[in-house]
Structures are given as C-alpha cells and as structure tokens.
C-alpha cells in the first residue's frame, strides 16, 4: 500500500506532521518531492497567472505520465 505522508527535515531526520502507523523494525521506501508551496515560489509567474488548482493538476498530470 502507498500513501503520502508530509515531513519536515530537521537536524537531518525526517518528521512526519502526521500521526503515522509503520511496524516498527520494517524498512520503506521514501521518495523525497518538493511540496507544491515550494514549486509554486520557484515557478510563480513562468506560466501567467496560474491557480494553486492548476497547478496541482499539472503536478497530477505529470506524475502519471
């Protein structure tokens, strides 16, 4: 089963800003994306004056493919 689960990076640990249920000892896979927040600032204005929603779908779009 896959799920996304946010985290913030401090003093080189990952920490979930959820309550999480992982077995305690087994190993997961992790994969690290800049949050949307952050592609937004870097990307603001490149596009026009796209949504919060148009991006997000872009972002959805481009994961499937």
């Known amino acids: ?17 959820t309550s999480i249920n992982l077995e305690e000892g087994k190993e997961y896979k992790v994969i690290v994306e800049e ?13 026009g004056k796209s949504s919060i929603k148009e991006f997000q779908e872009l972002e ?3 994961q499937v493919q």
């Open 1 to 17: 089963m896959s799920r996304i689960i946010r985290v913030k990076y401090e003093n080189g640990v990952l920490k979930p800003l």
């Open 35 to 47: 949050s949307i927040d952050e592609l937004i600032k870097k990307y603001k204005g490149i596009l």
């Open 60 to 62: 959805e779009e481009a």
